[in-house]
């Protein structure tokens, strides 16, 4: 297809960036680049054709087959439908310590507009009727394949490790329900439980060649809280008969804000915001009840409790002061907990990092308040390490930052990864990881993590 030739094409001249970073020339001559070399044409071909069919979260069916397959090929015991659409591989190279690599698979309601060669056309229905195009805006298909090309070099150089592999393929990930699903199902009870789970993330706030590490909590817990003020109707020229339900959520609005500013200790980090108050059909008309949507964002257990509770608090006593007859029902209906990197695990493993990839190309990142549910996996006991890897355009990137500019972020229709060679730089990064880990016994790399901190 000449759309691929052209894309391709891309891919060939973006190569050139590696050799103008500088921990990648370093380690140019070694047998692992030889390795990524080698697998490096299927794994790129793989992330343009995951690119181009897209599907939803829960409905990756197509995707979650072909990297089933994939891993079967390669000589994994391959389990699917784990939780939904999970796939889960294990590689047995004898005794030693089991290690978790875990790959997002789903894409995003968005419509592709980078108006790259290999661009998603994919259209669909979401779950709610309404016909939206799909596009992996979050780089997932970028995490698929270097997870692929890892599984592959790992299995074809079987020497260089021993203990068990444990690839995850994880589904509805941006809908928050995919680990939990997966775990569910018996992902740690039908499979072995890992010593050390890992994941990596795409970002376009580092040059490719790059990766970020944040030691300790990385993302935040995450809570979606649903009020329903209940006052009570009437003519908006006599509000003398009314318990007036806008005037309740918009004192709710205002008075919880200083939970985070008053309540929470400094320096704690802490976000409540409410992204929707609705209410009423008319001018003139006081409506009978109040809607308000809140995310609650915060790292701490401690905090998290507090932001919640004071949020019902609030809500009650403004009922309260209103003379409201009926108390506000508040729903907490959608949660997740905060992404921990075990800090003495982080500390190792972006030592082992700076050894391959150079120590200017390895960056301690700020946590963020975004959420993903990896976290569900660190709750069951797996001592974890998410990092993220650079996919920006180094020029771009450079030229966006002068500019005091971003480059679209992940979830953009234009959000557009340099998919080489980040999938190389991807490569490097989880494979070297995995061999680090994958030698010694269980209790070796327990000695790199500490289970007593965290959440
Ligand atoms: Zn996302
Ligand atoms: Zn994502």
């Avoid at 790959?103 to 056309?121: H, W």
């Avoid at 649903?226 to 005037?247: C, E, F, W």
């Amino acid at each position: 297809m000449p759309a691929i030739s052209r894309a391709v094409l891309r891919f060939v001249s973006l190569s050139a960036l590696m050799l103008s970073l500088p921990g990648v020339r370093a380690s140019a001559q070694t047998a692992l680049d030889k390795q990524i070399t080698s697998v490096f044409p299927d794994a790129q071909a793989l992330y343009l054709d995951l690119h181009q069919h897209p599907e939803l979260s829960s409905h990756e069916t197509r995707t979650a087959a072909e990297l089933a397959t994939r891993l079967r090929a390669l000589g994994y015991e391959v389990t699917e439908h784990v939780g939904g659409m999970g796939v889960v591989g294990i590689l047995k190279n004898g005794p030693g310590p089991t290690v978790m690599l875990r790959t997002e698979i789903d894409a995003l309601p968005v419509e592709e507009k980078t108006g790259l060669p290999y661009a998603s056309k994919a259209r669909t229905k979401d779950d709610s009727g309404r016909d939206v195009g799909v596009m992996h805006a979050c780089g997932h298909d970028v995490h698929m394949a270097t997870w692929w090309g890892t599984a592959a070099i790992m299995a074809r150089n079987k020497d260089s490790w021993h203990g068990t592999l444990m690839l995850i393929a994880q589904p509805a990930e941006e809908t928050i329900t995919g680990a939990d699903k997966m775990i569910k199902d018996g992902l740690f009870t039908r499979f072995p439980k890992p010593d050390i789970g890992i994941a990596m993330h795409d970002t376009n706030g580092l040059p490719v060649g790059k990766v970020g590490i944040t030691p300790g909590y990385s993302k935040a817990n995450a809570d979606s809280v649903r009020i329903t003020v209940y006052g009570k109707g009437g003519h908006g020229a006599q509000p003398h008969t009314t318990v007036d339900p806008v005037l309740i959520a918009a004192r709710i609005a205002v008075t919880v804000q200083s939970i985070v500013a008053r309540e929470i200790k400094p320096g704690d980090a802490a976000v409540i915001t409410i992204g929707y108050i609705q209410a009423g059909t008319k001018n003139n008309i006081i409506p009978d009840d109040a809607q308000m949507g809140f995310t609650v964002r915060s790292y701490k257990p401690d905090v998290r409790q507090h932001l919640l509770a004071g949020i019902e608090r609030v809500a009650k006593a403004e009922a309260m002061a209103a003379g409201a007859e009926k108390m506000p029902l508040v729903e907490r209906y959608e949660s997740t907990s905060a992404v921990y990197n075990d800090p003495v695990l982080t500390q190792h493993l972006a030592a082992t990092l700076e050894g391959v990839l150079g120590k200017e190309s390895v960056v301690t990142e700020e946590p963020i308040m975004t959420s993903e549910d990896y976290s569900y996996f660190v709750e069951q006991g797996v001592p974890s390490f998410y990092f993220t890897l650079g996919v920006a355009d180094p020029q771009k990137l450079a030229e966006a930052q002068a500019a005091g500019k971003q480059l679209p972020s992940n979830h953009s229709p234009l959000f557009a990864p340099v998919a080489d060679p980040s999938l190389k730089v991807g490569m490097t990064a989880e494979v070297t990881i995995l061999r680090d880990l994958l030698k010694g016994t269980p209790a070796d790399v327990k000695k790199f993590t500490n289970p007593s901190s965290g959440n």
